[in-house]
């Protein structure tokens, strides 16, 4: 658990003089406010607590309103764990005067809730599947690289008739443009040769 208060200074202190009097104001204005919220929010919860009081951190290494977060840690006496309960400043503003105790409300939900983690896909299909999924949204392919090389030595010999007059080892963009036969042929051809 980081002290949040000298996490505070130390990013204070890397700013301009101008821009550490615009963050004072900007505390000034809203700090009091959410704590107050936070307090009614703890009110309902008397089973959580405040490890550290709430401070508005400038995370960007800027004034701007939409990169500051209000961080504080809590501590769950039911389960004797802390967390930390983090809310941006911008959409806490942004919220009606009685939108903003529910807004912290459902952050706080979100910081008990355990994370769900996501199941890996375990074969090859799967992974072929989610490899172009990630292609078209644009993601990272570092991550199907594995799988690009994997699928590749699979159907090694089926290549000729898979790609069109490709040479060499067929790209992620090879296989989502690329192919004479379909998607669901492709995966047929795995599942059979992977089983």
Known sequence: MEDLNNKYELLYSKL?????????NIVDQWLPQYKQDLNTVLEEHPNLHLVQSPVLVP??????VSKMRFQTYLKNSKTDTIFLLDVGLYSYKEKGEKERVPFILKWLE???TPRKKKKEPKNLVERFELMLKSFDNGSDLKKCLDTLHELNM???????????GERGAPTVYDWRYKCNISKEQIKTLINNLTE
């Open 59 to 64: 995370v960007g290494g800027g004034v701007a």
């Open 110 to 112: 979100r910081a008990l």
């Open 16 to 24: 301009e003089p101008v821009k550490q009097e615009k963050l004072r």
């Open 154 to 164: 699979v159907l090694r010999p089926h290549l000729k008739n898979i790609m069109k």
